[in-house]
């Protein structure tokens, strides 16, 4: 049985093993939700601790504290409303194994380090910024210490990165996930690039909050079109701590502006928010760690979920 079907002129109605409720899967993507072959959704997996088809969310370890992470390329916001700060409260950083000169428009609300910021571009972080030399005019970062935590949130992302690109098992849910309701699982699609445009995505845990999905991409990953955001929705107990992305080169996230992004991308090149002059704001309850190039962000609100 195809785990997904687009263009079939009537409607089939579904029991996948373990659901209590009926799966629709109709002509064009709306509506529909796709079902990860062994045994589907959240609801159905059981209780507590059961992540569901997709298995354990892999281990972010060092890189779980960061926000962003612009590989050895640095960062760079845009606007004055860019904040990143820890979902429940938590302590969270940004950073580069560059230099702490390719960080730009960013100042910690810690210990008070400014790097490269102007009137019109301003960004809050609830913690460090973690660079390789030389040291800002602060002289708390850019140090050792810090290069280090970089280092090693380096490591602990392409360490993630596999992780989640050797997951077997991908159901194809086809290449624009606009409007579609997805069960938990592994994702993925032949052409290799995904997107989410024309409709939200909504990604429905069932009622539970362990279920992990998995989104491999061999090249591009896209949010939104242009004039249009787009949101991912959580529904039935999803936490953004267990959605990931995993993004064979660039992440574009809602170019237009505004819009709602949820997990974490680990892009191999860079991954961008938003479009210089845009107003506030686009958000990302998740993270966006780029291993070989920058993470640029216009008036970008990132909200990073607890480990």
């Known amino acids: 049985m195809n785990k997904y079907r687009s263009g079939s002129k009537a409607c089939k109605w579904f029991m996948a093993a373990g659901l209590a409720a009926m799966v629709v899967g109709c002509g064009g993507h709306d509506g529909q939700v796709s079902v990860p072959a062994g045994g589907g959704g959240g609801g159905a997996s059981g209780g507590s601790g059961n992540p569901g088809p997709a298995g354990a969310a892999p281990a972010l370890g060092a890189a779980a504290s960061f926000g962003a992470f612009g590989g050895a390329a640095g960062m760079t916001n845009r606007g004055t409303q860019t904040l990143i700060t820890g979902a429940q409260g938590q302590p969270v950083s940004i950073g580069s194994t560059g230099a702490s000169t390719l960080m730009t428009g960013f100042h910690s609300n810690t210990s ?23 040291p800002p005019p602060c002289g708390a970062e850019g140090n050792a210490t810090t290069f280090a935590a970089a280092q090693a949130a380096a490591g602990a992302a392409l360490d993630a990165f596999n992780n989640l690109k050797g997951r077997p098992g991908a159901t194809d849910a086809g290449a624009n996930l606009g409007g579609l ?18 409709s939200d995505l909504t990604l429905d845990a069932g009622g539970n909050a362990d279920a992990v999905w998995v989104f491999q991409m061999a090249s591009t990953l896209t949010v939104g079109a242009p004039g249009a955001p787009r949101t991912v929705i959580l529904a039935g107990g999803a936490q953004p701590k267990n959605v990931f992305w995993q993004v064979g080169s660039s992440a574009t996230i809602n170019g237009a502006g505004g819009g709602s992004m949820v997990g974490t ?42 480990p």
């Open 181 to 198: 309701t997805l069960t938990p699982g592994v994702y993925a699609t032949a052409g290799g690039a995904l997107q989410i445009t024309g």
């Open 265 to 306: 991308i680990i892009s191999s090149a860079a991954t961008t928010f938003s479009t210089a002059g845009n107003p506030c704001c686009t958000t990302l309850n998740g993270r966006a760690l780029a291993l070989n190039a920058s993470v640029t962000m216009v008036n970008t609100v990132i909200n990073v979920p607890a």
């Open 112 to 134: 008070g380090c400014i790097y490269t910021e102007t009137p019109l571009n301003i960004g809050g972080v609830n913690g460090p910024l973690n660079t390789a030399a030389p």
